[in-house]
């Protein structure tokens, strides 16, 4: 998976309580992305990372906020999970804008 | 109008047979078009990119790009069992936003 480390991999949390979901990647690549795929949407983009400290908002971006500290690290935060937000999450990188996205092998996360 | 439209299927064929999968669009931007391949559990993964009209061959995979019929194939040639995944197609103007479509799920039979 492209040296792309996506944790935790399941995960299940009650509605109402915070969640984080981490990607780490050893590829040193600017660009990093936050999408959730879900049957029937396809995949769909969330947040997105153009390098430290810089980010914005995707086509579902409402109920999650991010933050990239460092390069290889891109948090997605779900401030307070609701049901609707139990979906598989998988983060990509891409060294820039034109060139091809690698994705990690996703987060399973279940809102009870 | 959904910026992309993709048969879901399943589609079943045996081993060996010639694979046809489809996605339509409506945005005219659009520059990269793109196809993941993605297997159970799996993140996907890129199979083929291309920026323009025609055809683009590797190995047993083509990809075929038509632009005045917003139209986009991936062809597989002597399918293997291994080639069972969900496909999606994908695509882009700008390089950020992409638009992916829901998937094909293909199963090869041995």
């Known amino acids: 998976d492209a040296g792309i480390t996506q944790s935790p991999r399941h995960k299940v949390t009650e509605t109402g309580t915070p969640v984080t979901l981490r990607c780490h990647q050893t590829e040193n690549h600017r660009y990093m992305y936050w999408y959730r795929q879900d049957p029937g949407h396809g995949l769909r983009l969330i947040h997105y990372s153009y390098g430290v400290k810089d980010t914005d908002k995707g086509e579902v971006s409402d109920g999650y906020s991010v933050s990239r500290s460092k390069t290889e690290d891109f948090l997605l935060t779900l401030e307070s999970a609701t049901s609707s937000q139990t979906s598989v999450y998988f983060c990509?990188?891409?060294?820039?804008?034109?060139?091809?996205?690698?994705f990690g092998a996703g987060t399973r996360l279940s809102v009870l | 109008q959904k910026e992309v439209e993709q048969d879901p299927g399943p589609l079943s064929v045996p081993e060996g047979a010639i694979v046809s999968l489809n996605c339509t669009y409506s945005n005219s931007a659009f520059q990269y078009f793109m196809w993941y391949r993605q297997y159970s559990r799996k993140g996907p993964e890129l199979l083929m990119y291309t920026y323009s009209s025609g055809n683009k061959e590797d190995g047993r995979f083509t990809a075929q790009v038509d632009k005045s019929s917003k139209y986009i194939s991936l062809f597989i040639r002597d399918s293997q069992p291994s080639d069972s995944a969900t496909y999606l197609c994908a695509f882009s103007n700008t390089g950020n936003q992409f638009y992916f479509g829901t998937g094909t799920s293909l199963t090869v039979i041995p």
């Open positions: 990509a990188i891409s060294e820039s804008v034109e060139t091809r996205k690698y």
